[in-house]
């Protein structure tokens, strides 16, 4: 059983930085595809970056592009999401997410990740 943590989260002003972290245990996850969505209160979860199963390649929503960062470390069982440039619609909760075993389908669908962390929340006042 993967179990998965975030943290990081917080109170920042827009414009401001921000660094998530998840932590992941239960196995290596390093050759496993991993994402960070995130979820505003009465919306759906939304995707907002991933890296693929090789690792090869990291995707961003465009709304983010160029102002987040998402990165791994730990053998793959550690990924980060840098926020720089935070706006006040930035505000959510972010979860973390990594693939099973037989996932397929796209990196931008909850559908492809079978665990899931708690989520840690991030707000940005304007």
């Known amino acids: 059983q993967v179990r998965l943590v975030e943290s990081g989260g917080g109170l920042v002003q827009a414009g401001g930085s921000l660094r998530l972290s998840c932590a992941a245990s239960?196995?290596?996850?390093?050759?496993?595809?991993m994402a960070w969505f995130r979820q505003a209160p009465g919306q759906e979860r939304m995707f907002v970056a991933a890296?693929?199963?090789?690792?090869?390649?990291?995707y961003y929503t465009p709304s983010v592009k160029g102002r987040f960062t998402f990165s791994r470390a730990n053998a793959g069982n550690t990924v980060y999401l840098q926020m720089n440039s935070r706006k006040p619609e930035d505000t959510c909760l972010y979860y973390c997410?990594?693939?099973?075993?037989?996932?397929?389908?796209?990196?931008?669908?909850?559908?492809?990740?079978?665990?899931w962390g708690q989520g840690t929340q991030v707000t940005v006042s304007s």
């Open positions: 997410a990594v693939e099973g075993p037989r996932s397929a389908g796209s990196y931008y669908d909850t559908t492809r990740y079978d665990y």
């Open positions: 890296s693929s199963r090789s690792g090869g390649y990291t």
């Open positions: 239960g196995r290596t996850l390093s050759s496993d595809a």
